[in-house]
């Protein structure tokens, strides 16, 4: 399929920044980058406001450096403090995931963060102090420490599952719908 030439005029994931010329195929063109103002047709004119564009994704890049330089030093100075449940012998019921974590900076701090942003392996478990690197921007990362605690009682999980057990033997025990039909219908005869 043939490509068509753009100069972009805003950045786009995956595909470039403002003032970036670039190929694509024309259906994109025609049906998304053009009709939203995305990217303009390269032209002789257009080429010549490469520059401005330039200049201005030059100051989008160097205002995004110094957000996220910000951003860097309030998240490491920061110091959260998670609470998990965990049963008598310790063990955790629940995490602290990238989520969790997401919305533990946009509520203390004010920032919006992606929570793809935040590199964990996979949810915590366990309490202690854990170190978390979050990518702010493509030159700025911040590292997150935090405090996982237990939660004051634990909670006896036997105790749960005996009284589980309990009301289920107690459902099972009175008649279902169909079966509480049969007998009014026995009863009515």
Known sequence: MPLTKLILTENIPGLGAEADVVKV??????NYLLPHGKAHEVTPGALRQID???QKRAEREAREQNEAEELGRRIGKARFVFTLETGETGKAFGSVTAQDIMNRIKNE???EIDRHKIVLERPIKDTGEHEVTIKLHHDVTAQLVFQVKSAEEPRDRGAETESAATGEAEKRKK???FRRKKEEKKETE
């Open 25 to 30: 195929r024309r259906g994109y063109a025609r």
């Open 52 to 54: 401005a564009l330039k």
């Open 109 to 111: 701090l004010g920032a």
């Open 175 to 177: 008649p279902g719908f």
